[in-house]
């Protein structure tokens, strides 16, 4: 499976941005996709994931309430809509996507294909 991650950008704190993983394949709803992020000097770290088939969410605890993922089977695409966005969110955000659910679902190991990244800058 082939991802391509878009639509990081430059925003001010407060604001908001979409970002979008397509993918290659016409079965993007049975597979479990998820968003990393890493910041300059960080490990990467888990943002979010959406089972596939059932659609059930998981989140870390600093951006629930503010981001949500959703995906639209027509479209082979997931998305990742941020609010309320803070400086602390600044990072390269990645996607990625495996065949079958993984308990360790926020393990980036657990993953087999992934996007190239895309930059989210907030400024103070």
């Known amino acids: 499976v082939q991802l391509q991650a878009s639509g990081g950008g430059w925003v001010q704190t407060g604001g908001s941005l979409r970002l979008s993983c397509a993918a290659s394949?016409?079965?993007?709803?049975?597979?479990?996709v998820a968003w990393f992020r890493q910041a300059p000097g960080k490990e990467r770290e888990f943002v979010a994931a959406?089972?596939?088939?059932?659609?059930?969410?998981y989140y870390t605890d600093p951006v629930k309430g503010r981001f949500a993922i959703s995906r639209d089977n027509a479209k082979n695409t997931v998305y990742l809509q941020m609010n309320t966005l803070k400086p602390e969110d600044t990072a390269v955000y990645y996607c990625?996507?495996?065949?079958?659910?993984?308990?360790?679902?926020?393990?980036?190991?657990?993953?087999?294909?992934w996007g190239q990244g895309t930059q989210v800058t907030v400024s103070s």
């Open positions: 394949v016409r079965t993007l709803y049975s597979l479990s």
């Open positions: 990625a996507a495996r065949q079958s659910w993984h308990i360790n679902y926020s393990y980036a190991t657990n993953y087999i294909s």
């Open positions: 959406i089972r596939g088939n059932s659609g059930m969410t």
